[in-house]
């Protein structure tokens, strides 16, 4: 786990790690969450599940908390554009963050954020307002 404080931020930082979406994540997500939407829940096999979106970005958390900033982040804000479907297949997920801004006067900084497939495909991006302690 990082332990980047605030006065270590700087802009152009940047985090990566890869993530892996399984079947029991997903029944996980899917009885914590309640959702039995049939995009992510085909029982018949026809065609293969849709991951659930909010699983794949609920890497975001792990993103901050652990990597960027890591030990001293308490995320504020989240804008998360999906750009496709991501499918068990395009495992491993690589979530990259990158520091563009930081706000001096409320201890916060922004990350620009991507998911990517095994291909390479941009699945998700957004922006993260982070806020970041010294202890």
Do not use: W
């Not at 990517?116 to 998700?124: A, F, G, I, Q, T």
């Amino acid at each position: 786990m990082n332990e980047y404080k605030f006065k270590d931020i700087k802009i152009g930082m940047e985090e990566s790690f890869e993530a892996c979406i399984t079947e029991e994540k997903m029944k996980a997500f899917r009885e914590i969450t309640g959702d039995i939407n049939p995009r992510h829940n085909r029982e018949n096999n026809e065609k293969e599940n849709v991951v659930f979106g909010m699983l794949t970005t609920s890497f975001l958390s792990t993103l901050a908390g652990v990597y960027l900033p890591g030990k001293y982040s308490l995320i504020h804000s989240v804008e998360i554009l999906f750009k496709k479907p991501v499918y068990i297949k395009d495992n491993p997920l690589t979530i990259t963050g990158k520091v563009i801004d930081i706000n001096d006067q409320f201890k916060q900084i922004t990350i620009q954020f991507d998911i990517r497939n095994c291909k390479n495909e941009k699945v998700s991006r957004g922006i993260m307002k982070v806020g970041v302690t010294d202890e």
